[in-house]
């Protein structure tokens, strides 16, 4: 299963993007869907993520500006983003995890982010 992330871009301060990410095919067992983001010299960080009772958590600095959502029957995970800062700027990875016969965990090829001051 490959994960499909699209909606990066370049963005002006205070604008908005909304990312979405899709696989390939169906996915069984989902536990958990996710985003995650990587800026150049940093390490990966959790974003949001959302589980399968519906429950998601964020990042203390997108509380409030970011929305995780998602669409069980497409298994489409979407990460809304308003009030984007320059430190937002990113590359941005959706994330699946779950189980099914055996444990998963996908990740997408990651979609550009990029917040202009």
């Known amino acids: 299963v490959q994960l499909q992330a699209s909606g990066g871009g370049l963005v002006q301060a205070g604008g908005s993007l909304r990312l979405s990410c899709a696989p390939s095919?169906?996915?069984?067992?989902?536990?958990?869907m996710g985003w995650y983001r990587q800026a150049p010299e940093k390490q990966r960080e959790l974003v949001a993520r959302?589980?399968?009772?519906?429950?998601?958590a964020y990042a203390d600095s997108m509380k409030g500006r970011f929305t995780i959502s998602r669409d069980n029957a497409k298994n489409t995970v979407y990460l809304q983003m308003n009030s984007l800062k320059p430190e937002d700027t990113a590359v941005y990875y959706c994330?699946?995890?779950?189980?099914?016969?055996?444990?998963?965990?996908?990740w997408g090829q990651g979609t550009q982010v990029t917040v202009s001051s």
């Open positions: 095919g169906r996915i069984f067992g989902i536990v958990s």
């Open positions: 994330n699946v995890r779950g189980y099914y016969y055996r444990a998963y965990d996908y």
């Open positions: 959302i589980i399968s009772n519906g429950t998601t």
